[in-house]
T-cell receptor, first 112, second 111 residues
């Protein structure tokens, strides 16, 4: 089955700790994205990657970091520098940049 | 930058029709997407419009007017399972692969 997986579905962390969210896809997509969703707001782009070993900041990259060492994987690290990390995080991928983006199931991060 | 507006919430009865409007202001338009998102789940792709006109897919249709910066998603023969948030997203030519999302319209279908 082809698709995008994110793990875990729910994640709890103490304030001041870094945490890494996983995103894997077996769709052979070149482009991958990370979004953050807060209640009452649209999805906001954190980082995106068009090819392996390359990524660009989105609109709200501060306090986050990513890597793209493999085509299938695009992990997101939420660092302690992120002021308000509690949110629903969504990973997406597309064949290439201008194509339809398909989303993973999301990770709900709660920082206590 | 981009400004994308859609109503916050709409309520309709099972079997009825609902039209969700989306207006946008962009510098360089390269397509508009509609997604459906049930609470706590991932958005799922519904439609894509880049040329003016109506695209029909079963009970769902999407319309685009580029000159007016306007789109709508039409949901016909509403079912209870259509209760969800509907997201309008615009892709611009100056942001390769980047989508700008509206805040979403929560559709509530009542019996």
């Amino acid at each position: 089955d082809g698709g995008i997986t994110q793990s875990p579905k729910y994640l709890f962390r103490k304030e001041g700790q870094n945490v890494t969210l996983s995103c894997e896809q077996n769709l052979n997509h070149d482009a991958m994205y990370w979004y953050r969703q807060d209640p009452g707001q649209g999805l906001r782009l954190i980082y995106y990657s068009q090819i392996v070993n390359d990524f660009q900041k989105g609109d709200i990259a501060e306090g986050y970091s990513v890597s793209r060492e493999k085509k299938e994987s695009f992990p997101l690290t939420v660092t302690s520098a992120q002021k308000n990390p509690t949110a629903f995080y969504l990973c997406a991928s597309s064949t290439e940049g201008t194509d339809t983006q398909y989303f993973g199931p999301g990770t709900r991060l709660t920082v206590l | 930058g981009q400004n994308i507006d859609q109503p916050t919430e709409m309520t309709a009865t099972e079997g009825a029709i609902v039209q969700i409007n989306c207006t946008y202001q962009t510098s360089g338009f390269n397509g508009l997407f509609w997604y459906q998102q049930h609470a706590g789940e991932a958005p799922t792709f519904l439609s894509y419009n880049v040329l003016d006109g109506l695209e029909e897919k079963g009970r769902f249709s999407s319309f685009l007017s580029r000159s007016k910066g306007y789109s709508y998603l039409l949901l016909k023969e509403l079912q209870m399972k259509d209760s969800a948030s509907y997201l309008c997203a615009v892709m611009t030519t100056d942001s390769w692969g980047k989508l700008q999302f509206g805040a979403g319209t929560q559709v509530v279908v009542t019996p």
